[in-house]
């Protein structure tokens, strides 16, 4: 017994080993046209030169890949387990995460949803509890965890997603979607973070809505019609001019666009880009450097002419050297 005992230290060490060589092994081989996801967010981490893709899923995990080149990439791998008693749910689902890394530590936003009506709106629709949470973690990788005591961060009587991370002046912020499942004219809103990035204790301020979109002709929006925003993401140009990219429904088309403060300023007055940055089926967008330099857009895109159409990561060359945003031609 004794013997047998004094072996499972030995055993476990060559179990370890050759789950690590598998592991390294097998590490970068999902190529990027292989991948079907919605909401791609990708994280930079100059700490050990690797992209980290996360977006939307469900049943109660948030998933990351890995990659070295923005081509190839691991297998899926849990970054956040939900807990049984968290306030969606063990199973919900979860969109749109994302990872900010803020003053030393890495922040893993993403929206979740417990499927229970809190109100209805004006065409008698039912509206869910939906809201952003935060949770932190030492390493992109994970694992993450709460530090909330459950609680989310965007307004609990509000459907609420798509939340992303802002410091103005090192103050942080949290900005959202208020969606239109409750207000028909959905808006973008910023909420001050506490230092920590705890559960705001300052009440959210609207940046724009969802009427406001570069192609939309009513000269006043009809409180029956849905003003859909979703995927905000800011941005600083070259020359400092403070932007912020999001997409909406443009009849049967999701669309990104992009719309740049006057004053410099969360607080705007924001003035939409009139000319979209991407119209066929494309959204959601985020925007990373490479390793070398090169400033992308991440987006998913979905192609009309898939058999089965899904949505797909993809990313492109973009150009922020004027005073706005867009897609390198080449």
Known sequence: MKQ???????????????????????????????????????????????YYM???????????????????????????????DHWAGPNAPCWAAEVHKYKGKYYLFTTS????????NILGNNYPHRATQ?????????????????????PHDWPCLDGTFWVEDGVPYLVFCHEWTQIM??????????????????APFTLFTGFEAPFITESQPDPRTSYVTDGCF???????????????????????MAAYSNSGKLKGPWIQDKE????????????FHTFDGKLMLSMHYVDPKDDRPHRKPVFMEMDDSGDRLVIKKD
Not at 113 to 120: L, R
Not at 237 to 256: E, F
């Open 113 to 120: 949803d417990d499927g229970k009506p809190i109100g209805k």
């Open 234 to 256: 800011l941005f600083k140009t070259q020359k400092g001019k403070l932007g912020m990219i999001w997409s909406s429904w443009k009849g049967r088309n999701y669309v990104l």
């Open 134 to 154: 935060i949770y932190v973690a030492e390493s992109p990788r994970g694992p993450f965890r709460d530090f909330t005591h459950n609680n989310p961060h965007t």
């Open 276 to 287: 979209l940055l991407f119209l066929d089926n494309g959204g959601h967008g985020m925007l």
């Open 54 to 84: 996360y977006g939307s899923g469900g049943n109660g995990t948030v998933m990351c890949r890995a990659s070295k080149d923005l081509k190839n990439w691991t297998d899926r791998f849990i970054v956040f387990q939900f807990p049984a």
């Open 185 to 202: 004219n959905g808006t973008i809103e910023a909420v001050r973070l506490p230092k920590d990035l705890g559960v705001p204790d300052k």
């Open 4 to 50: 047998n005992l004094l072996l499972l230290p030995l055993m476990f060490f060559i179990l370890t080993i050759h789950s690590w060589a598998q592991s390294v092994t097998d590490e970068y081989k999902v190529p990027l046209n292989n991948i079907s996801l919605s909401d791609p967010f990708i994280f930079a981490d100059k700490s050990d030169s690797t």
